[in-house]
């Protein structure tokens, strides 16, 4: 397994410093928040060639844009020509850095709420994204995030179904899927199968009130609860099926750490890239 940084854990620093801090860290690569200050479907080529430089000089590759495209299940069609025109232009950055993956959003509501209409307009727009996609060799990631149609694995495997293209895949996020209340262990990895395509990791925590840094407030389906950002093994995700998964299943591509628990953010991914090496050293 190869070992990320998600530069939206950087966002306060540069790309460039984002870039050093990465490298510093001692991890293999660098996944891109696609959004300024980083790099972003507005970014000119010329700054774009510029991040292509820098992480060619620390050896530093960037595996995925982490765009914030999409939607589509709940915008009309004018907002959705408009996103994929955006995703257009990401595809030729993606080209430059060498980014062979790039995340777009299918849109909400949560899976438990989501009509059959939400599911088929979003099957249609990320199908033409794939299709574009497939034409610059990169394949389409979709996260699976809470208050999301894709917030477990059998809604995620209903999308991939309708979308049918062998370039979309899922980004496994327990973290996500803790706060969802869904299976991210074992059965989770082997349900995905090959639909498997990258992984987040970090930790979140049900607590019983808001007011201290990192808590925020989402809906469930249990209702409305509360979470505390967390570091990996300070939250209630247990990281350690999805390992000893991993491990089974061969899986060899990257891993990106994605901690915005309230520390310093050099600290927060120091402390988690240490959990995570003691994670794979242990499968």
């Known amino acids: 397994m190869k070992l990320a940084a998600f530069s939206g854990v950087f966002i306060e620093h540069s790309i460039q410093e984002a870039m050093h801090l990465t490298k510093r860290l001692g991890l293999d690569g660098i996944e891109i928040a696609a959004r300024e200050p980083h790099v972003s479907p507005s970014s000119s080529m010329t700054r774009v060639k510029e991040v292509k430089a820098l992480s060619d000089s620390l050896a530093l590759p960037i595996p995925v844009l982490a765009s914030y495209i999409g939607g589509f299940s709940d915008a009309d ?10 995703f257009k232009r990401l595809l030729e950055i993606a080209g430059v850095l060498d980014t062979r993956s790039i995340r777009v959003f299918p849109g909400g509501p949560n899976a438990f709420k989501a009509q059959d209409y939400h599911y088929a307009k979003a099957a249609h727009w990320m199908g033409l994204c794939a299709e574009e996609a497939a034409k610059h060799g990169v394949n389409v990631l979709m996260e699976i995030h809470n208050n999301s149609l894709v917030e477990t694995v059998d809604s995620s495997l209903r999308l991939l179904d309708m979308i049918g293209r062998d370039n979309v895949g899922m ?13 991210y262990g074992r059965e989770s990895v082997l349900r995905l199968g090959r639909r498997l395509m990258h992984v987040h990791v970090k930790d979140e925590l049900r607590i019983a009130e808001l007011g201290a840094p990192g808590t925020f407030a989402d809906t469930t389906r249990h209702g409305r609860e509360l979470f505390l950002q967390s570091r990996l093994g300070e939250g209630g995700a247990d990281h350690r099926p999805l390992f000893d998964a991993l491990r089974e299943t061969g899986y060899s591509e990257w891993v990106t750490l994605e901690c915005h628990a ?8 120091e402390h988690d890239l240490a959990a995570v090496r003691k994670l794979i050293a242990t499968a």
Request: net charge negative.
């Open 77 to 86: 069609d004018g907002q959705s020509e408009k996103y994929l025109e955006e």
């Open 171 to 183: 980004i496994h996020d327990a973290g996500n899927m803790y706060i969802t209340d869904t299976d």
């Open 262 to 269: 309230p520390f310093p953010a050099y600290e927060r991914l």
